[in-house]
């Protein structure tokens, strides 16, 4: 009986602590959060130097002020919509940071938010940062070129040793037409996008240009102006072997 009565009052106990921890977990959970972002400066996960700024998430309609925090030390109080607040990682101690802020709305609560981190770079630190960056980024670059000159000048001078006239294949990206030497080509996968087109090199001539899409009509055009130019190597051609022919049937002529 007595067993009975402790396991009862265990359960109980269990019961009021469970219902405890419920309650205080339901009363912590703030309907506000900040974030912090970037505006204009060096950026590398947490490492952050330059010109930030701290945002409220949540109802800002029910919200009356809101004091941002770093490190428990207060750095501004905002009381207008949308409550953010700017400003220079410079003005602060370099080194990892803890920010928070405390929200008071209009029917006289007050949260908390959770707090988030970061860490300020000095302006040398972010120099070096963006170094590194900035070389592995600088040589992907580099090799890109390299390939877009070199490959297309060996399509070239293998197409060059070919006899006649190459019909041009265009890939996905369309053709264009060189404003050097007015040639034809496909515009290549390794072509630099910007603003206005493609920057990449003719395979005929090697200059580098800015390419747009050219339509069929005007690559037609161009093409037939380029097949002309081995049409009369072609016609030397065939009349040396006519010649030749005639040579060889002389030849036969004279033994009979």
């Not at 490190?71 to 905002?78: E, I, N, Q």
Request: net charge positive; hydrophobic share 40%.
């Amino acid at each position: 009986m007595k067993k009975n009565r402790m396991l009862v009052f265990i359960s109980v106990l269990a019961l009021l602590g469970l219902i405890s921890v419920q309650t205080v977990s339901a009363q912590t959970e703030a309907p506000y959060r900040i974030s912090l972002r970037r505006d204009f400066g060096y950026g590398n996960g947490v490492n952050l130097q330059g010109r930030l700024s701290l945002h409220l998430k949540g109802d800002s309609a029910q919200v009356s002020t809101v004091e941002y925090l770093m490190d428990g030390t207060s750095m501004a109080t905002v009381d207008a919509d949308p409550f953010s607040f700017a400003f220079n990682t410079d003005s602060y101690p370099a080194g990892p940071h803890q920010f928070t802020a405390k929200v008071a709305t209009k029917d006289g609560k007050s949260y908390e938010t959770a707090p988030i981190s970061a860490v300020f770079l000095t302006a040398d630190e972010a120099k070096s940062g963006t170094k590194a960056l900035l070389i592995p980024i600088l040589g992907i670059v580099a090799l890109a070129f390299l390939v877009s000159a070199v490959v297309p000048n060996l399509i070239s001078r293998k197409n060059k040793s070919l006899v006649g006239y190459q019909k041009v294949v265009y890939g996905p990206w369309g053709g264009a037409i060189c404003k050097r030497c007015g040639k034809p080509f496909s515009r290549s996968v390794m072509g630099f996008n910007v603003v206005v087109g493609k920057f990449e090199r003719c395979p005929h001539c090697g200059k580098w240009q800015i390419t747009t899409r050219t339509s069929p009509h005007a690559l037609d055009e161009a093409e037939a102006q380029l097949e002309k130019l081995f049409q009369p190597e072609a016609a030397t051609q065939a009349e040396a072997q006519e010649t030749k022919d005639l040579l060889d049937d002389s030849r036969y002529t004279d033994k009979l």
